[in-house]
């Protein structure tokens, strides 16, 4: 059963930075897109960014383009996101999640949207303030 374990989170100033983490563990495939979502308060769950396993392709929101950078290291399993000039819309729960079978076709695209993620981890909070 894939796991995957949020960390990072916590109080910064707006301008500042974090980066997160995310440990995944029980992959049964090495073929997947795995990506971080956020949720602020009484807002729908949004896509931030993603990253493709065979090739490394990535793809960001609009909203944190220039700013945050996702990578991963495959030896320790971990997915980071480095969030840097944080502003005060950036405050939210981060999940991290991972999906291996796409819903359209056998190409393994990446996506932001929401429903083709099939496992999520905890999420971790970002609090933003001075």
């Known amino acids: 059963q894939p796991q995957l374990v949020e960390s990072g989170g916590g109080l910064v100033q707006p301008g500042g930075s974090l980066r997160l983490s995310c440990v995944f563990s029980g992959f049964t495939s090495d073929r997947y897109v795995i990506g971080w979502f956020r949720q602020a308060p009484g807002k729908a769950r949004e896509g931030v960014s993603c990253?493709?396993?065979?090739?490394?392709?990535?793809e960001y929101a609009d909203a944190v383009k220039g700013r945050f950078t996702i990578s991963r290291d495959n030896a320790k399993n971990t997915m980071y996101l480095q969030m840097n000039s944080l502003r005060p819309e950036d405050a939210a729960v981060y999940y991290c999640?991972?999906?291996?079978?796409?819903?359209?076709?056998?190409?393994?695209?990446?996506?932001?949207?929401?429903?083709?993620?099939?496992?999520w981890g905890q999420g971790t909070q970002v609090t933003i303030s001075s």
């Open positions: 999640a991972v999906y291996f079978r796409p819903s359209y076709g056998r190409y393994l695209y990446t996506s932001l949207q929401e429903y083709e993620y099939e496992e």
């Open positions: 990253i493709r396993s065979t090739d490394g392709s990535t």
